[in-house]
């Protein structure tokens, strides 16, 4: 099965191509490509360093979030556009659980919180645990103020952020240092995002539903 990762839920995007769960190409997308016609233009040469075309794509796994609604779009629009000509299946997988999946294959750590920054003093998180498919949500996604964090992060879980830098120059970070860090910005990427779609969907898992789960809080307009 050949497979395409599609994963632009943080300011470094990624392509991945699997082929029976061994990644045949990849990419970091820059700027001027993390645009529909720049995806476009980038996806021939990928799958050129893959030895396949197009055509040969069997499954199109978009990464859901959270993260910039944005590029959450433009990777589910780039899949549904790429699967339609031949009814191919898209198969989505929220960005922080592959993110989880990494740092717990890479850190041997089997609870892992993936925080992100929601702006407005708000933090959004997701608590995973070591499942025998790859990550199982321990407490769903949420947004919560700073201070509220720690409680949800259960003892001995490892932290990790896209957003990390940002977050901790920030006085209200000072919440949240009794968590256990990777301390750098560490973001999804196309491969583990691949490579959780082909397990899953190996296994006969459902997909994650083709909506970006955008964690920003809404906004009140002023009356």
């Given amino acids: 099965m050949n497979l395409l990762a599609i994963e632009l839920s943080s300011r470094v995007g ?7 769960a061994t990644v045949r190409a990849e990419c970091e997308l820059a700027e ?19 030895g396949i075309g197009l ?3 069997d499954l199109l796994a978009p990464g859901r979030g959270p993260g910039s609604y944005t590029g959450l779009r433009l990777a589910m629009t780039v899949a549904q556009a790429v699967a339609l000509p031949a009814s ?19 850190r041997k750590n089997d609870v892992v919180a993936v925080i992100g920054d929601a702006r407005r003093e708000r933090l959004w998180l ?20 700073p201070r509220d964090v720690p409680r949800w992060v259960p003892d001995g879980a490892l932290a990790v952020s896209s957003d990390w830098s940002l977050l901790a120059a920030r006085p ?17 990427r196309a491969r583990w995002l691949g490579a959780l779609a082909e397990t899953r969907h190996r296994h006969g898992a459902p997909a994650a539903p083709p909506t970006p789960i955008y964690m920003h ?7």
């Fill in 14 to 20: 990624s392509l991945a191509i699997l082929s029976d």
């Fill in 126 to 145: 997701g608590v995973f645990e070591q499942g025998n498919d790859g990550p199982m949500m321990r407490q769903p996604w949420a947004v919560l103020h």
């Fill in 55 to 57: 055509d040969d794509l």
């Fill in 172 to 188: 209200e970070f000072e919440a949240l240092r009794t968590l256990r860090w990777i301390e750098s910005d560490r973001f999804p």
């Fill in 88 to 106: 191919r299946t898209v198969y989505p997988v929220d960005s922080g659980e592959a993110l989880a999946w990494e740092i717990m294959q890479s």
């Fill in 32 to 50: 001027e490509d993390r645009r529909s016609r720049g995806l476009f233009r980038v996806l021939p040469d990928l799958c050129d360093r893959a």
């Fill in 217 to 223: 809080p809404a906004v009140t307009p002023r009356a």
